[in-house]
């Protein structure tokens, strides 16, 4: 029987596709898998049984991807699975900003005794007026699952949509609207546009992108979005610019203490995925994805290993799969110790990507706890499992 853990609430639609062969560890200390959306893992410790961990959701920065790799344990996530949810929220907040809606609803709050509400609200509505998004324009930094698609249906609100990604990937690239003007350089975004929205993941290489210089080449009254995460803006370059009135307003999905009470500040308790789609959507990805890893060894969307992926396991064989560092003679020494042991290999497949590398191999002979204990013994080999 094979264990997972929840360390958030994942959608039940995605755990009811767990088969019978699957139930939930009590504690993770006996967890094969663990299904986690936010919560923080960089302390914590993981026990040799973990093999793999599924991000019910697209950023992995609540995750120690490094450490997992140096144990052998995969870690994946959900790409895209959560993205209409966010670009739906991200108009929202865009409406949000352009009009001071929320200073309407407290204000009806406020007044919702007075008999003479209607008359009043009349000669007040108009300190709450705001201005439209037709004709604006909208600067996307980041084109991928979510950028995207935030780009896209700002065209359809009559936005002038600038994009910047140097990273862009072929599949992005296709999706994107050819109306989108192509950013070559982010400065060019931040001097052009009126609203700028970012979508990149956080990374040291991105932390504090939107820092004291990128606020003093940015327009007058501009308004940025942030729903990727709080490390990319500088917090205290950001309460300046409210302050100081640069900025007309700062939207965001990450909640710090810093912004309380700052004019201008529109802050959200992270409900960018918080949908009953998104939510469904990543717990039926990332439980698909551990099973086929479990009980195949396939690995698809890993941000610590590369996929790899030979189908499913036909029964009568067994899968040898090797978890390793990417450097030079491993396959020869993996084909070596099944040559010394007469054992034919039906099919291989072997990928990496940085410092790691996987390989799988297939063979109709039964696999020797002596042959295991070899392949285990090899330096650089992380992981061996022999799913019979
Ligand atoms: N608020 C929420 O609930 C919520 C939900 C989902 C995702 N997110 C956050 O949003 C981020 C983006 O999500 P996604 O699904 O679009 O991810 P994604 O991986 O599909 O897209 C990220 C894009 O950023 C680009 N990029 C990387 N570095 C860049 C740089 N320096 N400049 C410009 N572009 C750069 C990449 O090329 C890629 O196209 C996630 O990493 C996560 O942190 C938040
Ligand atoms: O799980 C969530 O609610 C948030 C997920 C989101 O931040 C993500 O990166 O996918």
């Not at 609540?62 to 144990?71: G, S, V």
């Not at 670009?87 to 352009?98: D, N, S």
């Not at 063979?363 to 022999?386: H, P």
Request: net charge negative; aromatic share 6%.
């Amino acid at each position: 029987m094979l264990k997972y853990h929840c360390l958030n609430p994942i959608a039940e639609v995605g755990l009811e596709r767990f088969t019978e062969n699957y139930t939930t560890a009590e504690n993770e200390a006996d967890a094969d898998a663990i299904l986690v959306r936010s919560a923080g893992m960089h302390e914590m410790e993981f026990s040799s049984q973990l093999k793999a961990i599924a991000r019910a959701g697209a950023g992995v920065n609540n995750i120690p991807l490094d450490k997992c790799a140096e144990q052998g344990i995969v870690v994946f996530n959900t790409p895209g699975a959560n993205a209409n949810g966010v670009k739906e929220l991200v108009i929202a907040g865009m409406l949000l900003a352009a009009r001071d809606i929320v200073g309407g609803i407290h204000w009806v709050e406020e007044n919702e005794e007075d008999g003479d509400i209607a008359k009043k609200a009349e000669k007040q509505k108009k300190q709450f007026a705001g201005t439209e998004l037709d004709g604006k324009k909208l600067g996307v930094i980041g084109l991928g699952a979510i950028g995207v698609r935030v780009a896209n249906v700002a065209t359809h609100l009559g936005m002038d949509v600038y994009g910047y990604d140097p990273y862009v990937s072929v599949d992005a690239a296709w999706k994107l609207s050819r109306n989108i003007h192509h950013a070559k350089t982010v400065d060019e975004l931040y001097k052009e546009c009126d609203y700028i929205t970012i979508h990149v993941p956080a990374m040291e290489s991105t932390k504090n992108m939107i820092d004291k210089d990128a606020l003093s080449l940015m327009k007058e009254n501009v308004v940025v979005l942030n729903f990727s995460r709080d490390v990319l803006v500088n917090s205290e370059a950001i309460v300046d610019a409210l302050v100081a009135g640069k900025i007309r307003g700062y939207v965001t999905d990450f909640p710090i203490p810093e912004l309380a009470g700052v004019k201008g500040a529109i802050v959200i308790p992270h409900l960018g995925a918080s949908t009953e789609e998104s939510e469904d959507n990543c717990a039926k990805m990332a439980v698909d994805e551990v099973m086929d890893f479990l009980e195949n060894g396939n690995i698809q969307h890993s941000v610590n290993y590369p996929d790899c992926n030979m189908g499913v396991k036909s029964k009568g064989c067994s899968r040898i799969t090797i978890l390793h560092r990417n450097q030079p003679k491993m396959l020869g020494q993996f084909t070596g110790l099944l040559a010394e042991q007469d054992i034919n290999i039906d099919i291989m497949s072997n990928k990496s990507r940085n410092e790691y590398a996987y390989t799988m191999i297939d063979t109709e002979a039964e696999v020797s706890d002596d042959l295991y204990q070899k392949l285990c013994g090899i330096d650089g080999v992380l992981r061996v499992r022999v799913i019979a």
